[in-house]
């Protein structure tokens, strides 16, 4: 084969910059306290209580739970009063991000109607869910609804358009205490709620009938809705004493996830076969899963010899599991083969904690001191930290390791809002309370980080965690709050470049990555989240089977797959780019190869948001060798038409919004990247684009990028190139990228001969370097 080509060197104007680099401090992970933004009271002294919220997009609050008597349930001047029907009703409150009122609606009978959570759907609507009694009207505009409860307590889900106007209201249940706990939503509008019924109760809330039978005292049932309330199915599961569940979420997969409590021996899998589990003590927790058809997937307990009890759950991106709850005494919170034991400072104390998506351990902690303390809610922000909220009596240490940050309560119960980064280590804790009893049900973070609660609180209570004092004022009794805190930062850092390029024609040695923002660098590299400990980056080649077999950091290297060790790595905190050195100088010899930028064990910010709010980022390249490479043939013969086979995906082209001019032979072409494969580059489909060599360096970048296009094409017509041997010393070429012009000028041409001279062709140049081959 005859190969000739040319090259090109970019007319260059060199200007001499002076970088002056000033020290910058080493970061400190430490984030501030949130601060008051304001708290907004609703109640009338009787036994109001707010138990779930969630929030829009807009930052607009959501919340429910119930009232007795006549409320106000505009917390400004203005009035909106609501007045039960009964001893207590259901009540649906609307205030905006500014904690102005919106809208609040009431709904329930004469007997007890009580909410327990609130959800929305992807275009605004609010389901609420909740147990009534009696004949309740569920309609809460001037129309009526009335479902009747078949015994003592039955369940209800309803449905209000984003105004607060009905759309539907369905109930589910038998004769015995049938409640309703948790709810929530999947992305095309399937309802997913848990709670525990006893006897016999029907879950289809249509024409048909499903009945569930508790086997013993109260069991535990997990039911699928359609948007319009209509049943999918429902799963029962439970032992001879009282089981609950308390929390319940759905994932992108449709995977079910409960957690809550049992006691004695329960059969987890609502289907025809048998999975066991046998509490050690009085309640102990559980968090089951199920598939998107209700089937069993796995299921795990947390063991005490005391009360064990899971009262709420979230997962991340990953799959990965987060619940908190209380627990008495010494429990095992490993619900694997190994042991994993917290134990209570004095009577209850919250547990938080990661299961991976199979239920196996991650991390768990424990906060609280000698009194009674809870936690009912969590929630995850964009950063990946977590955030419960609950209640503590007396003096609590909130640092769930070896540190002490303690808190004291006012009176007998103070609220607590807790944040932890991904992996469980204390970001901060604050308390909001009276000398009485305030008690926290429901957190949410929005997007820029504001943190809203709501729950109960009786007589006076200060809001501002911070040192001012902002008090509310309650009506006697128990009243509603909903507060709204503010941080200085959720946004998780990113990895925003890389230098990694693929195919290398040599081994490299380093790498560089670049954040977008400042992360954590304290002395030394030995700091699990510091950007400069090795064990923040993995770097693996993909073994004997072809495959990655190792998945992220936090999962650690499987087999199959060979480690290449991470040798240091420096960072630059004037422009967040850290360098990796790896495998001892050596380049790297062909293979495939995966780096991990670690954001599951984890590289973080300085206000501990993990990167990538805790996922990993990866880039694979691969090395070989252009000595095995030959070059491509840039032309079909002459004098016939020539059939192409379709292009196969292995083979596609990169498209890219370059193009090359010739402007003395009239050409311009897009240009496209070859890939280069075991054999070398297939340019068979180039037609009337150039192809950029991948090997060579990317156009317009330091180095030696080669081009090629077609000189004779497959219809038996002249190509691009046919005439590029007319091209003479000065003659100008252009390559025009991202609005810019990159003007090279000819200044050698050379024959070669044989398809074997890829060392010739790509040899390595410093400054930019065009060569064009046909």
């Not at 329930?108 to 609507?125: H, Q, R």
């Not at 709810?183 to 009938?209: I, K």
């Not at 009262?311 to 095992?332: C, E, M, P, Q, R």
């Not at 303690?406 to 807790?418: E, H, K, Q, V």
Request: glycine share 14%; hydrophobic share 35%.
């Amino acid at each position: 084969m005859k190969s000739r080509w040319l090259s090109a060197i970019k007319t260059v104007l060199v200007l001499v910059l002076i970088l002056l680099l000033l020290p910058v401090p080493r970061s400190t992970a430490a984030p501030a306290d949130p601060t008051y933004v304001w708290a907004k009271r609703m109640g009338a002294g009787s036994w109001d209580h707010a138990r779930g919220a969630t929030l829009d997009g807009a930052g607009n609050v959501y919340t429910t739970g119930y009232f007795g008597g006549m409320v106000d349930f505009d917390p400004g001047a203005g009035t909106y009063n609501l007045s039960s029907a009964g001893g207590a009703d259901v009540f649906v409150s609307k205030l905006d991000t500014d904690g102005n009122f919106v809208w609040a609606r009431a709904m329930g009978g004469t007997g007890t109607d009580l909410g327990y959570d609130v959800v929305l759907d992807g275009v605004g609507n609010v389901y609420i869910i909740g147990t009534f009694s009696g004949t309740a009207d569920f309609n809460p505009g001037t129309g009526s609804y009335n479902l009747t409860s078949a015994g003592s307590d039955d369940i209800f889900i309803c449905k209000l358009t984003s105004s607060g106007n009905l759309v539907w209201a369905i109930r589910m249940g038998g004769t015995g205490q049938d409640y309703g706990v948790s709810l929530r939503v999947d992305d095309v509008g399937n309802l997913y709620a848990t709670g525990f019924f006893n006897g016999t109760a029907d879950f289809d809330p249509g024409a048909g009938t499903l009945n569930l039978i508790s086997q013993g005292g109260r069991d535990v049932f997990v039911v699928k809705l359609d948007n319009n309330g209509s049943l999918i199915w429902a799963k029962s599961f439970g032992g001879t004493a009282d089981d609950q569940g308390m929390g319940v979420v759905v994932d992108g997969n449709g995977n079910v996830y409960s957690v809550g409590g049992f006691h004695n021996t329960v059969d987890f899998d609502p289907g025809a076969g048998i999975f066991n589990l046998t509490s050690a003590g009085d309640y102990d927790a559980f968090i089951s899963k199920l598939d998107s058809g209700g089937n069993f997937v796995w299921a795990k307990a947390l063991s005490g010899t005391d009360q064990l009890l899971a009262k709420a759950i979230i997962l991340d991106t990953s799959g990965n599991v987060y619940t908190t709850g209380h627990f008495y005494g010494t429990a095992d919170f490993d619900p694997g083969t190994g042991t994993y034991n917290l134990t209570s400072a004095g009577g209850s104390d919250i547990f938080v904690g990661e299961l991976d998506s199979n239920g196996n351990l991650v991390w768990m902690g424990a906060m609280g001191g000698t009194g009674q303390d809870t936690s009912s809610a969590i929630t995850m922000d964009g950063g990946g930290n977590i955030y419960t909220t609950g209640d503590f009596s007396s003096t609590a240490d909130f640092d769930p390791g070896t540190s002490t940050y303690n808190l004291t309560s006012a009176g007998n119960y103070d609220i607590f809002i807790s944040r932890l980064n991904g992996d469980g280590r204390f970001a901060w804790a604050v308390a909001m309370g009276g000398t009485a009893n305030d008690i926290g049900f429901s957190v949410d973070v929005d997007n820029a980080g504001n943190i809203y609660t709501s729950g109960y609180f009786i007589g006076v209570a200060d809001f501002d965690p911070g040192t001012g004092t902002q008090n509310l004022n309650g009506a006697g009794g128990f009243d509603i709050f909903v507060s709204k805190l503010a941080q200085s930062d959720v946004t998780p850092p990113i990895v925003v470049a890389t230098n990694i390029t693929s195919p290398y024609t040599t081994g490299p040695t380093s790498f560089t990555v670049t954040y977008s923002e400042d992360v954590y660098d304290p002395a030394g590299n030995t700091d699990p989240d510091d950007v400069t400990n090795p064990a923040n980056y993995l770097l693996v080649e993909a073994g004997p089977n072809g495959d990655f077999d190792t998945l992220s950091c936090g999962s650690g290297v499987q087999p199959d797959d060979v480690q290449i060790p991470i040798d240091t790595i420096t960072y630059n905190n004037a422009i967040f780019t850290a360098t990796i050195n790896f495998n001892g100088g050596v380049p790297l010899p062909d293979g495939t190869y995966r780096l991990f930028v670690c954001g599951t064990t984890s590289i973080m910010d300085p206000e501990t948001n993990l990167l990538n709010g805790g996922a990993d980022s990866l880039y694979n390249f691969t090395v070989q060798a252009l000595a095995a490479a030959a070059l491509p043939a840039t032309g079909f013969p002459q004098g016939r038409v020539t059939a192409l086979p379709p292009q196969p995906e292995s083979k596609a082209y990169t498209t890219t919004d370059l193009s090359l001019e010739i402007p003395k032979l009239g050409l311009s072409l897009p240009i496209v990247g070859v890939p280069l494969s075991n054999n070398g580059w297939d340019v068979s489909w180039l037609g009337n684009s150039a192809g950029w060599l991948q090997g060579s360096a990317f156009p317009t970048w330091p180095g030696n990028t080669v081009l090629t296009a077609h000189v004779w094409d497959a219809f038996n017509n002249p190509g691009p190139f046919v005439d590029l041997k007319t091209l003479r010393y000065g003659d100008r070429v252009e390559i025009h990228a991202w609005g810019q012009v990159y003007v090279y000028e000819v200044r050698q041409s050379f024959l070669l001969w044989g398809a074997k001279n890829t060392d010739r062709i790509f040899q390595h140049e410093e400054y930019d370097v065009l060569t064009l081959l046909t």
